[in-house]
């Protein structure tokens, strides 16, 4: 958006864009990702993704969004996020990180929120559009975070899900859906430091 009118581009033309702006391209490909689509191929077995998506459980395998929100001390926000999307994919699936209101959000008049987990769910509700609307109507981050996943699994979604959130005031918080065995959390980093904030329970194992 910096360099042209689009907000998406997507597929081989994005990656030829890409080149035109200067990136490398290069395989996203590691050791460990490649020796666990190689056992899943050997298996034979066809990806999850061809059956519907499930309410009743939540069938996401590995899976690591890192969402990340700026804010200056001008008030300067920005929020961005990272994906390697679903293991086992149909090519071409397109996840919530490049979706705006889905992976991530900012408003600079009113503060910024990123999710990551289950995003062929998530993505259907915006989420992060919705936590940053809320914090718009003085609803604190965490309580907005916890009220935008309430929505999907109010509509029956057995999912794994977090959202963290920081408004332009500084305060910020987060919640998750699904991942009580787990546990989620964020990392706040100001003038004083580095502090990591559990907003559900630590893993026990
Ligand atoms: N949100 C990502 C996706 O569905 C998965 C993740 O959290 O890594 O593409």
Same mark, same amino acid.
């Given at each position: ?5 689009? $907000? ?18 290069? *395989?996203?490909?590691?050791? @460990? =990702?490649?020796? @666990? ?8 077995? /066809?990806?999850?993704?061809? &059956?519907? %998506? ?5 069938? !996401? @395998? ?8 700026? !804010?200056?001390?001008?008030? &300067? !926000? #920005?929020?961005? #996020?990272?994906? &390697? ?11 919530? *990180? /490049?979706?705006?209101? +889905? ?5 600079? %008049?009113?503060?910024? +929120?990123?999710? $990551? ?16 609307? !809320? ?5 604190? /981050?965490?309580?907005?975070?916890? +009220?935008?996943?309430?929505?999907? $699994? ?32 964020? *990392?706040?980093?100001?003038? *004083?430091? &580095?502090?990591?904030?559990?907003? =559900? /329970?630590?893993? $026990? @194992?």
């Amino acid at each position: 958006m910096e360099e042209t009118q689009h $907000t998406l581009i997507v597929g081989d033309d994005a990656t030829r864009f890409a080149a035109r702006m200067g990136f490398t391209e290069t *395989s996203l490909t590691n050791v @460990r =990702s490649q020796t @666990r689509w190689e056992e899943w191929a050997a298996k034979g077995e /066809p990806t999850d993704a061809f &059956n519907p %998506e499930p309410f009743d459980k939540d069938e !996401l @395998r590995g899976h690591d969004t890192v969402g990340t929100i700026a !804010l200056d001390a001008a008030g &300067n !926000l #920005c929020v961005g #996020c990272s994906t &390697n999307g679903r293991e086992f994919k149909i090519p071409g699936r397109v996840g919530d *990180s /490049p979706i705006p209101g +889905a992976g991530a959000y900012g408003d600079q %008049e009113v503060g910024g +929120a990123v999710a $990551t987990g289950n995003g062929d769910v998530m993505m259907r509700f915006l989420p992060c559009y919705q936590v940053v609307e !809320l914090m718009r109507q003085g609803m604190p /981050p965490d309580l907005a975070c916890q +009220a935008a996943l309430k929505r999907i $699994t109010d509509r029956g979604y057995k999912f794994g899900g977090g959202i963290a959130a920081i408004g332009v005031d500084g305060q910020h918080g987060g919640a998750q859906a699904g991942w009580d065995d787990g546990g989620f959390s964020y *990392s706040v980093r100001d003038a *004083s430091g &580095n502090s990591k904030i559990w907003v =559900s /329970p630590q893993p $026990t @194992r």
